[in-house]
């Protein structure tokens, strides 16, 4: 009976197994037909999405040649005038094409060419991996198959249907015309600049030679542009451009179309190119820009081929007035230096300064004139933009605005001109210099800027700190980096002068800035508006001490070390200030009217200084300014004279300015400044008693305000009379 008992099943056990299973049964049977819903779902969806593409593909021209026929891309001036046509191709042949070319073009962008059938489905899914799991990258799978497909879609919208429409769109080629014939179509569609659009035209912009004379050095420098004409230019960017053919090189090498020695060969070989042909003489710097930022925004392609028309915001009549000043004004300093005259015999060798103006509309932001260097057919590096040179004291606005701003100071307030020590944790005590390397004693702060003297802004600076002067840069537009270093005040962080104008801009339209911009509007080929910009500014600077600053600039214009501009004829209401930088290596001037701010530097490109044939350097009064002049002069032509806005709750007071009180018998030279409603003009110092430092040093130091190791003193235009 027990053996009978032990050989009978658990029927609890069972009971509770057989309940378990059935609830698993009943759960993958859920699960079944829900994916079976589900694909089902998807299999309609599929479907929908496949016949809503289909229904709206484009048709595939016959012959294929016409799918390159596309609008080309127009840019235009402010006034309406049309500046540059980018598009229109000679077509020619595969045959009178270099094999190598051909070969370079396949092996870089799509060796698999030859095997698929319009989609590289190893590409496919490598790219998808690449973009999936691979943060803040984004790999592109398109063959050139494909990517002569895009040319039918005038959407510049990146959609998954477009995708998968050039894809069916790249099927269809494929089944309708031979590989000879799409490479053809290709090779004559690609965008090597903004003036050479297929194969032909670029062997002739580049090597003045036809497609069929490459070799195969050039044939892979060429091949190597299309992703990213800018970028690569050979004109611009030498190394990087060579860089880029060794890359080609390597590729036609792993696809067996060249060996290794040939490879190696091709990359030493020298390369002859033409000169450039100059473009849209007054407006080149400006034009480059332009394409770069559509390159940047739309793609090259698009960019080359979209038909897109581009409203910018360039005035013709001032970009021809800042061009000229720019020639003219380094000829006259070419005169000065001890170089040899600008002869075809004596350009060899000789390096002669360059120079850079942006001028800007105060009240809106636009940039109405650009000149990046003294010539675009000989460099068409643009150093209005990319240049970043120290301004010297033209940053000292700044650090006059921050003081005014955190201090509570006044253009009365009295400071001294005195050696200044001022102690820096971790490292060597700094000890500015005035560039004259004298001292004036006490005198009020509207003078200290008038006269550039670097102990009083270097003093301003200790109190406030290089955090405070950095604040107020970037609120009026300075985006390069700035060091946190008390040397800050004499402008020893690079800028360029597009910033420069466009900061000063904010001080002109009473402490509202407007970012510069250039291009106005973008429409497609259908006239559809891609981009529109709609100006509007931000208040950012107190009206009030944005104002006192401005008066203080005129006094650099009207008796200051930029006075020179008055002394060559500009007679309008008008605000600035000089730069010059260690050894001379850098001259500046910025300065503003109520509605145009320009900036102009001078300078060589590698550390050299600018100084005379007697040994003495070139200031920004007497490099820069009258750059200046000579384009505002003809810059305002027929403009009416407009005075800046004095907002309420400012009153004038004449001063004796070495007191700081109202003028006596003893006073020389009375000067105007500008107060509010509770400042007078009482003679007071901003902190310590009457003939003391403006700001004692500080017990503690702020971290990171330290200067950097074997940091120069930034020295500073001499006042006129000297």
């Known amino acids: ?48 999405f496949f016949f809503t593409a289909v229904r709206e593909l484009p048709r595939v021209p016959e012959p294929l040649s016409r799918i390159i026929e596309t609008p080309p891309t127009e840019i235009f001036a402010a006034s309406g005038e049309r500046l540059l046509v980018i598009g229109g191709r000679e077509a020619v042949p595969i045959s ?9 073009v396949v092996a870089t962008e799509d060796h698999r060419f030859w095997r698929h059938h319009g989609i590289n489905k190893l590409r496919i899914v490598k790219a998808l991996g690449i973009t999936l799991f691979v943060p803040g990258k984004i790999q592109g799978a398109s063959t050139i198959t494909q990517q002569l497909a895009k040319n039918l879609f005038f959407s510049f919208k990146r959609s998954y249907m477009r995708k998968f429409r050039e894809l069916l769109v790249a099927l269809q080629i494929e089944a309708q015309f031979g590989k000879e014939e799409i490479l053809e179509a290709y090779i004559n569609q690609i965008a090597f600049n903004a003036r050479s659009h297929g194969i032909e035209q670029a062997a002739r912009t580049f090597f003045g030679k036809t497609a069929s004379e490459l070799n195969l050095a050039e044939a892979a420098l060429l091949a190597g542009l299309p992703k990213s004409p800018t970028r690569y230019n050979p004109y611009r960017h030498w190394e990087r451009a060579k860089r880029r053919q060794k890359v080609v090189l390597e590729r036609m090498v792993a696809a067996g179309y060249i060996s290794r020695v040939q490879a190696d060969a091709a990359l030493l070989a020298p390369i002859h190119l033409v000169a450039p042909r100059e473009r849209a003489d007054a407006g080149s710097y400006f034009l480059d820009m332009v394409i770069r930022d559509l390159e940047t925004t739309y793609g090259a392609d698009i960019a080359h081929h979209g038909g897109l028309k581009v409203y910018t915001t360039l005035d ?5 007035y800042a061009t000229e000043a720019i020639q003219r004004g380094l000829e006259d ?44 057919r000989q460099s068409a590096y643009n150093r209005a933009i990319h240049n970043q040179r120290q301004p010297g004291s033209g940053f000292k606005p700044f650090t006059y605005y921050a003081a005014f701003e955190k201090l509570d100071l006044s253009p009365a307030t009295l400071a001294v001109d005195q050696p200044v020590i001022i102690p820096v944790k971790g490292a060597a005590d700094w000890k500015p210099r005035n560039f004259d390397r004298d001292f004036d004693g006490p005198l009020v702060l509207k003078l200290a800027l008038m006269k550039s003297v670097n102990t009083v802004a270097a003093q301003l600076i200790e109190q406030v700190g290089p955090a405070g002067v950095i604040d107020a840069a970037r609120r009026c537009g300075i985006e390069s980096p700035l060091a946190p270093f008390y040397s800050l005040a004499l402008g020893t962080s690079g800028v360029s002068p597009l910033e420069m104008a466009g900061a000063f801009a904010t001080f002109a339209s009473g402490g509202v800035h407007h970012r510069p911009y250039w291009i106005a509007r973008v429409e497609d080929a259908r006239g559809r508006i891609l981009r529109d910009h709609i100006v509007g500014g931000r208040r950012v600077l ?24 008055r002394r060559l004829g500009f007679d309008r209401p008008a605000a600035g200030k000089t730069g010059t930088t260690n050894n001379h290596y850098d001259a500046w001037f910025t300065g503003f009217t109520p509605t145009l701010s320009a900036s102009v530097w001078v300078g060589f490109d590698r550390a ?11 200031t920004g009064g007497r490099g820069a300014a009258p750059i200046w002049t000579a384009f505002m002069r003809k810059a305002m032509e027929g403009e009416p004279t407009r005075n800046f806005t004095v907002p309420a709750g400012i009153h004038f007071e004449v001063i004796d300015p070495q007191t700081g009180r109202r003028p006596d018998a003893l006073t020389r030279a009375p000067l105007q400044v500008a107060l509010t409603a509770g400042q007078t003009a009482d003679g007071a110092m901003a902190r310590g008693e009457t003939g003391s430092l403006l700001i004692p040093p500080a017990a503690a130091r702020m971290p990171g305000a330290g200067e950097p190791a074997g940091s120069e003193i930034v020295e500073e235009d001499l006042p006129l009379e000297n």
Not at 96 to 104: E, L
Not at 316 to 320: E, S
Not at 608 to 617: E, F, M, P, V
């Open 96 to 104: 009178r094409v270099a094999p190598d070319f051909i070969n370079a």
């Open 608 to 618: 050299r200084a600018l100084k005379d044939r007697r040994g003495i350097g070139i």
């Open 333 to 376: 300093l070419d005169s000065q230096l001890p170089i040899p005259a600008a002869t075809p015999a004596a350009e060899a060798g000789v390096e002669r300064p360059q120079g850079a103006l942006a001028a800007i509309d105060t009240k809106s932001g636009a940039l109405r004139a650009l000149v990046g260097g003294r010539a675009y």
């Open 316 to 320: 013709p009549r001032l970009q021809l």
């Open 542 to 565: 107190d009206p009030v001490k944005t104002f006192q600053l401005v008066d203080m600039m005129r006094g650099v214009v009207d008796r200051g070390s930029g006075a020179v501009v």
């Open 1 to 48: 009976l027990a053996h009978s008992a032990a050989m009978r099943p658990d029927r609890s056990r069972v009971k509770r197994w057989g309940g378990g299973g059935r609830r698993m049964i009943r759960c993958l049977r859920t699960l079944f037909y829900a994916g079976l819903a589900l694909a089902g779902l998807g299999a309609v969806a599929g479907v929908i």
